[in-house]
């Protein structure tokens, strides 16, 4: 379970991707965020799990740390789909190689993103479902 929430949250910094049709979505994702809660296929995420996770998104790059563990890679943002949509791809660590679809919502300094963790398709909502692999994070912009 830990490695999908690596893999989890690795797409949830790729899905705040930069993106030239959505100028504003692409700076306003952009900073460094913390989840303040999760669900992995319908299951909440233990407290302690989500403490140690760190997301940092710029400029179309992504880098989470799980723990110590780095997970690193891009991400691009698709705002005119319906719900706004999201793919994050790692290039390093855990998710090397892999691609997530995702859904994202971004209101200040909240922001809320459904991945795929199994990579087969985008969500249509912000939900996650037990039997599934999807992964809803609630996230808070940190402040430096």
């Known amino acids: 379970m830990k490695h999908?929430?690596?893999v989890g949250l690795a797409v949830a910094v790729s899905l705040c991707?930069?993106?030239a049709d959505a100028p504003d979505d692409a700076k306003a994702v952009e900073g460094k965020w913390k989840p303040v809660k999760a669900e992995l296929a319908g299951q909440p995420m233990a407290e302690a799990v989500m403490n140690s996770i760190s997301l940092k998104l710029d400029g179309?790059?992504?880098e989470v740390f799980v723990g110590?563990?780095?997970d690193r890679g891009t991400y691009t943002l698709d705002s005119a789909a319906k719900?706004?949509?999201m793919?994050?791809?790692g290039t390093e660590g855990p998710n090397n190689g892999k691609s997530f679809p995702a859904i994202y919502e971004i209101n200040g300094d909240t922001m809320r993103i459904c991945y795929d963790l199994s990579g087969a398709?985008?969500?249509t909502e912000f939900k996650s479902v037990a039997g599934t692999k999807l992964y809803l994070v609630n996230y808070h912009r940190k402040k430096e």
């Open 121 to 123: 398709k985008r969500p």
């Open 4 to 6: 999908i929430f690596c």
């Open 68 to 70: 110590e563990s780095p």
């Open 87 to 89: 793919t994050v791809t």
């Open 17 to 19: 991707a930069f993106a």
């Open 83 to 85: 719900p706004k949509g």
């Open 60 to 62: 179309g790059k992504y």
